[in-house]
């Protein structure tokens, strides 16, 4: 007997029943349908829309129903087609047919979207956490590789060194948006839709700020159409979640780039690798792969989100039990990633000689040769096309610019002398971006400074 059985003179079709329901999915939002229903219960209670026997009785049964559900005891059914009828299955099965009053005032439309809100404020406080552990792992290995020097890209071609420390900070910035653009979403889910029922509202004396109070909401959704129908929460959810998985890719994209032998840069811990079943020799970055790989999935939850929700009607549609697959999977997806990452991160083995080795056989410096001529005299254009020349030549003979003696350098301009050398070699090229924000040691100490702040800031 469906729990809405009345108005029918059939028995659903069974693939009906297997096509509609949800529970096998929205049973995750058990321990939050729950507790919704413990505030709107105590609420009903309250306000004297139900009597207080009654409201007493449904909070003991709805207590039993949260334990047998989460020691495994409870069944839940597809006949009863979603969490929200299974639970209240459970609790007229526990307390008899008084929990049918339960549902006073209230509609699954208006349920489920409280469900979905309470579930995602656990899901955005976790994943802050979890963006500041990997801000720490990446700050701590900023922190002990301040004077190692590496190529700096662009076009993915050698370009200007860089410290290995701006290298990481770079990550815990966008990493500290990430974290900005999840707490700003906060005022945002944080409203409650309860009161709303199907479309319209209720009849009932119902106290909503009660159940936002209990629920520690902050307020209540202003309208009762927009409170059921709309799920841009959680589209901004999979927004702001496809911005952190884009950016844990990039970042995996380079720790597969630097395991390689080609770039021989760093080197995972054997804890965070895995072998070939053929190849003797391997050791693999599968964990970045896969992170880097599964970004596919989160971005396809938000495309299939907002077109899922595109063409909707106000108010509540079926099409919307879609909502819940792609916002639990970007969820899982995310923690599961930002969990390995931290201690990857920490782990990671840095190859700093290999690093240096690589920037010295580079024309990476030439960007300052050309500054050094023009502050000489020599307007930018001049310089830039008489180290053109240097570059050429030196890759003609096979040499590098630091190769080259005096005699040499002077012979494409008499300006250059004895203090080259010195302005050339990696440390001075990278100290002389001295500006907040650039990669010489004195501005990365700052933006360590800065980071470090803001990791450990709330
Ligand atoms: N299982 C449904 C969902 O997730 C709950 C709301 C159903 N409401 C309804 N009137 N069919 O969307």
């Known amino acids: 007997m469906k729990l809405w059985g009345g108005r029918f003179t059939k028995s659903t079709n069974q693939l009906v029943d297997e096509y509609t ?25 309250k306000c004297s829309v139900i009597p207080a026997n009654d409201a007493d009785m449904i909070i003991d049964g709805l207590h039993t129903v949260a334990d047998k559900i989460e020691n495994g005891e409870a069944v839940l059914h597809e006949e009863h087609e979603d969490i929200h009828m299974n639970v209240e299955k459970l609790l007229t099965d526990e307390i008899g047919q008084v929990g ?40 701590k290995q900023a ?4 004077n190692t020097v590496l190529p700096g890209y662009t ?38 839709p309860l009161g709303a029922g199907a479309l319209a509202g209720t009849t009932f004396p119902i106290d909503r700020n009660f159940v936002a109070e209990e629920l ?23 927004s702001n979640g496809s911005m952190i998985a884009m950016h844990l890719s990039r970042l995996c994209e380079e720790m597969v780039q630097w395991s390689s032998a080609e770039f021989n840069f760093i ?97 990476s410096n030439a960007t300052d040769l050309a500054d050094y001529l023009t502050e000489k005299g020599m307007t930018f254009r001049e310089s830039h096309e008489a180290v053109g020349s240097i570059v050429l030549h030196c890759i003609n003979e096979g040499k590098y610019i630091l190769d080259l003696n005096l005699d040499e350098l002077q012979s494409f301009s008499a300006l250059i002398e004895n203090d080259i050398f010195e ?17 010489g040691r004195q501005s990365v100490k700052q933006q360590m400074e800065k980071a470090l702040k803001i990791i450990k800031a709330n």
């Open 100 to 139: 049918g009053k339960l549902h006073t005032g209230r509609s699954r439309n208006d349920q489920v979207a409280l469900d979905m809100r309470l579930y995602l404020r656990d899901v955005i406080l976790e994943l802050t956490q979890l963006l500041k552990n990997v801000q720490l792992a990446l700050y």
């Open 216 to 238: 520690h909401f902050d307020g209540v959704c202003d309208n009762s159409l927009d409170a059921v129908s709309d799920r841009d929460f959680v589209v901004e959810f999979l």
């Open 143 to 146: 922190e002990t590789h301040q």
């Open 155 to 192: 076009h993915l071609q050698r370009a200007q060194p860089v410290l290995f420390a701006h290298h990481m900070l770079a990550y815990v910035f966008m990493f500290e948006r990430d974290v900005e653009r999840l707490t700003d979403s906060w005022k945002r889910v944080n409203q409650m």
């Open 21 to 45: 329901a949800s529970i096998t999915f929205d049973k995750k939002l058990a321990s939050y349908d729950i507790k919704g229903s413990l505030a709107h219960v105590k609420m009903l209670k």
């Open 267 to 363: 080197e995972l811990d054997d804890a965070f690798s895995t072998g070939s079943s053929m190849m003797p020799q391997k050791k693999n970055p599968d964990v970045p792969e896969l992170v880097r790989g599964k970004t596919g999935r989160v971005f396809g939850h938000l495309t299939g989100m907002l077109t899922m929700l595109k063409g909707l009607p106000l108010a509540y549609n079926k099409d919307m039990q879609e909502d819940k697959e792609g916002m639990f999977d970007t969820a899982e997806t995310l923690s599961g990633a930002l969990r390995l990452f931290a201690p990857m991160i920490e782990t990671m083995h840095v190859k700093d000689d290999s690093m240096y080795q690589a920037v010295r056989k580079d024309y």
């Open 423 to 439: 302005a050339l070699s990696p440390e001075a090229v990278v100290d002389a971006r001295k500006a907040y924000g650039g990669t």
